[in-house]
């Protein structure tokens, strides 16, 4: 099962930099300073897409792969893939958008939790798919 374990892989590497940014970076955000915000912000926005760009692509790849080949069997990671990708493209990116008029994290961070929450169960999900214990 090469998908499963692309799926795995990914979105493991999804849930590691999702806790990162949750514990580490999104706080650290607080730190900068007002005159240095936009563009500290414009260079976090520009650098993290090559993190989390490739693994986000592979795992909706790998994704629709394994609801290809077996719907009912991998329903519940399709269902973890695709809200993951809603709750960023809702939640996340107005969120960070939001940040230009307003320094509040705490919805940039509530959006993360819960895109981070999804992710590590879609890990556990897809490492009990596979097998492993």
């Known amino acids: 099962m090469p998908w499963l374990l692309v799926h795995l892989v990914t979105t493991a590497v ?3 930099v999702g806790w990162v940014v949750q ?4 706080p650290a955000f607080a730190l900068v300073g007002p005159d240095q915000w936009p563009a500290y912000h ?3 926005l520009r650098r993290i897409g090559w993190v989390v760009g490739p693994p986000w692509l592979l795992q909706g790849v790998s994704a629709g792969a ?9 329903a519940a ?3 973890l893939a695709a809200a993951g990708a809603a709750l960023t493209v809702l939640g996340a990116v107005p969120a960070h ?7 509040d ?3 940039l961070l509530r959006a993360n939790l819960a895109r981070t929450l999804v992710w590590t169960a879609a890990t556990v999900l897809a490492a009990v798919q596979l097998g492993l214990p």
Do not use: M, N, Q
């Open 105 to 107: 994290l705490r919805p």
């Open 42 to 44: 414009r260079a976090h």
């Open 97 to 103: 958008t939001a940040l230009d008029a307003d320094r």
């Open 77 to 79: 990671l399709g269902v």
């Open 23 to 26: 514990v580490v970076v999104y």
């Open 14 to 16: 999804l849930t590691g």
């Open 66 to 74: 394994l609801l290809l080949a077996s719907p009912t069997g991998f």
